[in-house]
């Protein structure tokens, strides 16, 4: 049902802004007024829709910071995740050379 209101809205307004246009044109009104009044709609519309533009453009921008920066922290977490296990193992490694060598010296000393 929405979308059939909203197609009859549409089509209603679609109508009105027509009829609005054939009112400007045929207005008993000088014709270098009608064109201003019409070239004035048009520069409204352009300036409107331009605002609007740099807007979405603005909005999308932000979006795409605030996915490159999130898609950055993960990237560093992961590393620095993969680092502290990279760590882990060589002082694991390093921690058993020790043992062998404190055997290999005890046996020397005695």
Do not use: C, W
């Not at 993960?74 to 404190?102: G, P």
């Amino acid at each position: 049902m929405s979308n059939n209101a909203g197609s009859t809205l549409l089509a209603l307004l679609t109508g009105a802004a027509i009829g609005a246009g054939f009112g400007i044109l045929y207005a008993p009104d000088k014709g270098s007024r009608t064109r201003g009044k019409i070239k004035d709609g048009y520069d409204d519309t352009k300036n409107n829709l331009k605002h609007k533009y740099e807007s979405a453009s603005d909005e999308l921008k932000h979006k795409i910071a605030l996915f490159k920066q999130n898609n950055l922290q993960d990237t560093y977490d992961e590393m620095l995740s993969n680092v502290s296990h990279k760590t882990e193992d060589v002082i694991t490694f390093l921690e058993d050379k020790l043992a062998s060598l404190k055997e290999q010296n005890a046996k020397l000393q005695k």
